[in-house]
């Protein structure tokens, strides 16, 4: 019978995996839009963040954890329609989603704990609508709001950030990037900001 823990951890498992001999851990890629959960020993969780909010929760009893990475604060999803292929790039979905996956291999929502990540200011076409902290703001009000305790938060700024999060000890190591990597994120964040208007874009038409 495999425990709630395994269960969790194999969640977290894809072909991107790698290990790291500094950490002596299997390291998992989180990428935007993504989430991820996990319970298993010498196992972390990693993503890269510009203007994105990475929340990492965890059942510290439990000892099983996880981590998303959204782009935008609200979905503009309408009342009665399901969620689109781009809805975990929102907060709003991205944080139930996390929960719920984290409820479901075990977790008690109860005694979750927080902490938060990103939320920079690098990329000139999200600058005019600050959106690193508006995520961030987001991420903060909706924790609140569930009454989910932050222990730990670093956020804003204008470099990007790596974070590395084991679930299993509630670890989080965060390095912020080389200035001369912040280009190559900001163009990665564009891209997909670029999609998702496309796609908005491209239903409104089809809805007419």
Request: with cysteine.
């Amino acid at each position: 019978m495999i425990d709630e823990g395994a269960r969790a951890a194999q969640a977290a498992r894809g072909q991107n995996s790698y290990f790291d001999k500094r950490f002596e851990a299997l390291i998992h890629p989180v990428a935007p839009g993504a989430h991820a959960i996990n319970g298993a020993a010498n196992e972390m969780l990693s993503t890269v963040l510009g203007s994105c909010i990475a929340v990492c929760l965890r059942d510290e009893r439990r000892r099983i954890g996880g981590i998303n990475h959204f782009m935008l604060p609200m979905s503009s999803e309408t009342a009665g329609q399901g969620p689109s292929r781009d809805a975990m790039l929102y907060g709003d979905t991205a944080m139930e989603v996390l929960i719920n996956a984290l409820m479901r291999a075990g977790c008690d929502r109860r005694h979750l704990e927080a902490k938060v990540f990103g939320g920079a200011k690098i990329a000139a076409v999200f600058d005019q609508s600050a959106i690193g902290e508006r995520n961030a703001q987001f991420a903060m009000d909706f924790l609140a709001h569930e009454k989910i305790a932050v222990r730990s938060r670093d956020t804003g700024g204008s470099s990007p950030r790596r974070v590395l999060f084991e679930p299993w000890s509630g670890r989080a190591l965060v390095q912020h990037i080389d200035p001369l990597a912040t280009a190559e994120v900001a163009r990665t964040e564009a891209r997909h900001q670029a999609q998702i208007s496309a796609r908005r874009t491209a239903s409104i038409v089809e809805m007419f």
